[in-house]
């Protein structure tokens, strides 16, 4: 993935009992910025009114200046990095998090992850004469207790998130507590720590690692948090099952030095690697990774086959996913503006690239050309995932089905495909013995197989016009 980026989630953050709450929330979320760059948001709180400051690129573009983040003043806050995965990117009204004023008193929402019965309840509520602001699926958990029968805010949202499917974790900031839910499927993580009184909850625990906030435990799937001055409780809102995470958290998404779904991203991705190893050898003279999501499976991998790993292609990091292509000889630049290969390294080498995972491949297959041009002898591609053949509806940006290049294709064809010389995927079996399983610990999986664990309605995520245009 180091090649073709797929579309992170989002990330969010929630403060408790802390005089610079969004202060917190600001570094928290630059800590989980790999989460979401298309627009930022906090909003806080001092127990009688509430502040927001959000708007579209990264943290720093949001807030750039000090006087930004001053204004936001109170002891709580919540904060959002979003990639839209519903609602278009460019509509104002889709940042995060959201604000609303209940019967109960005001409410902030920042959600991670995507509902599959979007549709039916905006269709619903619209019919009983709710108006949406935004294309989010966020918006809805908001109408949802607007209109529930419930007296209090904590049932209220109980209520609301009874009603929704699909992933989710989400973070809530009222004027007198912060709360915190996970889907019964726990696909997203969400973990808690605390700092004496003080209480953060947020998606990856590298957030809790940066404020110097003891990570306690993640919140568990179908399980409401809730932390205010007398510290924070459990309240379950559905039954326990055997979960469904998202194994790409664990392949890609998530960064090596989080703890998610309780087990340490580093030491799976390490295993990873080593499966790879033993399940597809390579004879080869020396290993390197796609910089920098593939560098721990690279490293599992040199272990086991006691290949050397090697520094073999230096990245830009000053290239991001918004840079724009204008022209055909800039497009075809893409992969070289991104990456370097060490000529002293890789010439006259036979060189095994370890990879996540593939998507479409053409940027691989460039990369192939590349490597060939400077005298590598032979490429070798190893993947630390199997084959992406089916699509995500839970908060991964996959393409279609038909632009997913392991599609109806054989591995055989795929590496016809991309040009190089052998290529070997890490199967499913192996995937999930690279991973803590147990005690009712289960890991999603359909990308690869097919199996969906929450059913849906497939017109559900028929693409639908976004009505606002900022």
Not at 439 to 461: L, R, V
Request: proline share 4%; glycine share 8%.
């Amino acid at each position: 993935m180091g090649l073709e980026t797929l579309r992170h989630h989002c990330g969010v953050i929630a403060v408790w009992g802390a005089e610079n709450s969004a202060e917190l929330a600001f570094h928290g979320l630059y800590s989980l910025q790999h989460r979401g760059q298309e627009a930022s948001g906090i909003v806080s709180t001092d127990g009688t009114r509430f502040f927001r400051r959000h708007g579209f690129g990264v943290l720093s573009r949001v807030f750039d200046s000090p006087e930004k983040l001053t204004v936001l003043k109170g002891h709580a806050a919540i904060g959002h990095n979003r990639y839209s995965t519903t609602g278009a990117s460019e509509n104002s009204f889709n940042i995060q998090p959201l604000y609303a004023t209940l019967v109960s008193g005001p409410v902030a929402v920042g959600h991670n992850g995507n509902l599959v019965n979007t549709k039916k309840l905006r269709r619903e509520l619209q019919e009983n004469g709710a108006i949406f602001q935004s294309s989010t699926d966020s918006e809805i958990i908001i109408h949802l207790m607007a209109r529930s029968k419930e007296k209090s805010f904590r049932k209220k949202l109980i209520d609301a998130v009874q009603q929704i499917s699909g992933a989710f974790s989400l973070v809530m900031l009222s004027d007198h507590a912060i709360y915190a839910a996970r889907d019964p499927h726990g696909i997203r993580p969400l973990c808690i720590g605390i700092n004496g009184d003080s209480t953060v909850i947020a998606s990856e625990s590298c957030a809790l690692d940066l404020l110097g906030y003891e990570y306690v435990r993640d919140v568990e799937p179908g399980e409401l948090i809730v932390a205010n001055d007398k510290g924070w409780e459990s309240v379950r809102f559905a039954e326990k099952q055997t979960t469904h995470h998202c194994i790409f958290e664990l392949i890609y998404f998530s960064r090596p030095d989080s703890r998610v779904f309780g087990e340490f991203v580093d030491k799976s991705r390490r295993k990873m690697g080593k499966n790879l190893a033993l399940e597809h050898p390579a004879d080869a003279d020396i290993v390197i990774s796609v910089p920098d999501s593939s560098n721990t499976a690279a490293l599992g991998f040199s272990r086991r086959s006691e290949l050397k790993f090697e520094l073999g292609l230096i990245r830009n990091h000053y290239v991001g996913r918004t840079f724009i292509e204008p022209t055909k000889a800039m497009r075809e630049m893409g992969v070289k503006l991104k990456f370097n290969p060490v000529g002293g390294v890789l010439k006259d080498r036979r060189v095994v690239i370890v990879e996540d995972s593939i998507v479409r491949g053409t940027t691989l297959k460039k990369l192939t050309k590349l490597l060939r041009n400077i005298g590598v002898k032979e490429v070798h591609i190893r993947v630390s995932s199997p084959p992406i053949r089916f699509p995500c509806y839970y908060g991964m940006d996959f393409p279609t089905k038909e632009e997913l290049i392991a599609h109806e294709r054989t591995v055989e064809e795929i590496r016809d495909k991309i040009e190089v010389d052998s290529l070997g995927y890490l199967s499913v079996e192996n995937l999930l013995d690279s991973v803590r399983q147990g005690d009712g610990i289960g890991y999603c999986t359909a990308c690869f197989t097919g199996d969906y664990p929450i059913p849906f309605e497939s017109n559900e995520f028929n693409e639908v016009k976004d009505r606002f245009d900022d």
